[in-house]
């Protein structure tokens, strides 16, 4: 297993992705979130949705760090629109930690409670469509 891990990393650093493939990705992730983290559809027996919910909005977040230096070039108020979203998706997702590492059920959330996430993911979904058009120059 040690030596499958070392191949991997080895693999790995010699993949190119393309920054496009990766910010669809981003995108897919928040829409994933939006669909079926956001209803408890996903975690229907377990209730667990939170964990997903925000291990998305964290790929999500790690992708636009990655671009995060060449979007300021072209629009640092996109940025800062972005960062602003980003700590709002995560605070309220923090309001619903029992703790340092967990979460409250997903059906301990109330209809506002998921109203107020649903639009907070929406709010962020609408300035990380736009980050391809910048950084391709369109």
Do not use: C, W
Request: hydrophobic fraction near 40%; avoid cysteine; charge should be negative.
């Amino acid at each position: 297993m040690v030596n499958d891990i070392k191949e991997l990393k080895a693999k790995i650093a010699t993949v190119d992705v393309d920054y496009k493939v990766m910010l669809t990705g981003a995108v897919d992730l928040l829409n994933e979130v939006a669909t079926s983290k956001i209803t408890g559809e996903e975690e229907i027996y377990s209730h667990a949705d939170l964990y997903d919910f925000r291990a998305n909005i964290e790929g999500v977040e790690k992708i636009f760090q990655l671009f995060k230096h060449l979007l300021e070039k072209s629009d640092a108020n996109l940025v800062k629109e972005l960062e602003a979203d980003f700590k709002s998706v995560n605070s309220l997702l923090d309001k619903h930690m029992t703790d340092k590492e967990h979460y409250k059920l997903y059906t301990d959330l109330t209809k506002e409670d998921t109203k107020e996430l649903s639009e907070a993911v929406t709010k962020l979904g609408e300035p990380l469509s736009q980050m391809g058009k910048f950084l391709s120059g369109e």
